[in-house]
């Protein structure tokens, strides 16, 4: 059995620095600055044996959880907007915030789809002048519910879906990653067999895209076999959002957590099974070992 702790604080990464534009400079220019912390445990086991009766065993197993959490951006910085963009959307996929994982999700989170349009009518605040106001005014039967920020810095919670609305949504870095090996024999047989995984993270799926057509974002291109489940008025319980071209509700151009999926998976790297000829036999023909094996590399993933 090993079993180790670790707290490693890493300090001065590199990172773009915002300057006043009367400093003369065009641009941002990197320094040294952001730090960080991975805290985290690692345990392996293993287990080796001789049993009477030719019996070999050998199992080897590890298990390691991290958490990873930014500490520092510079001073009166909070967070920094990752680069990347999707589709038509003008917000970034990703945050750094001082408090959250490196490079986590960001955007809106959505409850679901609205059923009728009843449920988008109620869906709202009243505003100043006593008059209900629908959160969604663009959205129709069908279109995903977003969740209301009730403390948006833009509006205080009360005003139509915005950017101040966007939240954490997901960590892409693995909390867990695990492996094992086996090796045992029997007489003449032996059997190897080594897998791995990770889960606690989080994939954005950039192939749940819509596509507007030739000339649009991805003109031409297939959707997810799960859009055949959309939402219909013949299918009103789906949570997939109905297809249109037009997307008023911004449905799949919005980074959501509609994108999100699990990126837990398990997977059999290496399964060998061997059979070592008698030595019996090997004097005869004059060889010291012959063994004869079949063996499959990346068998199958559990995902």
Known sequence: VTF???????????????IPAFAGYLGQPWANVGNMTNKGVELELGYRKDFRGDFHLNINGNISYNKNEITYLGNGVSYLNGGATWQASLYPLTRQAVGQPYGEFFGFKDLGTFKSQAEIDSYGYTDGSGKFQAYQPNAKPGDLKWWKNPN???????????????????????????????????????????????????????????????????????????????????????????????????????????????????????????????????????????????????LFTLS
Do not use: C
Request: aromatic share 16%; net charge neutral; charged share 15%.
């Open 4 to 18: 180790d702790y670790y707290n490693k604080k890493t300090t001065g990464m590199l990172q773009t620095v915002q």
């Open 152 to 298: 948006n810095p833009d509006d205080g919670g009360k005003g139509a879906i915005g950017e101040g609305d966007r939240t954490f949504l997901g960590d892409p870095n693995p909390h867990y990653i695990y492996g094992f090996n086996i090796n045992f024999a029997w007489k003449n047989w032996d059997l190897l067999a080594f897998g791995q995984g990770v889960w606690g993270n989080k994939i954005f799926q950039a192939y749940r895209r819509r596509d507007v057509g030739v000339g649009g974002y991805f003109g031409g291109a297939n959707y997810q076999v799960q859009a055949l489940d959309a939402w219909t008025t013949l299918n009103p319980n789906s949570d997939y959002p109905r297809i249109t071209d037009v997307d008023p509700n911004d449905n799949f151009s919005n980074p959501s957590s509609f994108y999100l999926q699990s990126g837990a998976y398990f997977k059999l790297n290496t399964l060998q099974i061997g059979y070592t000829l008698p030595k019996s036999l090997l004097s005869v023909i004059k060889f010291q070992t012959i063994r004869i094996f079949a063996s499959a590399t990346n």
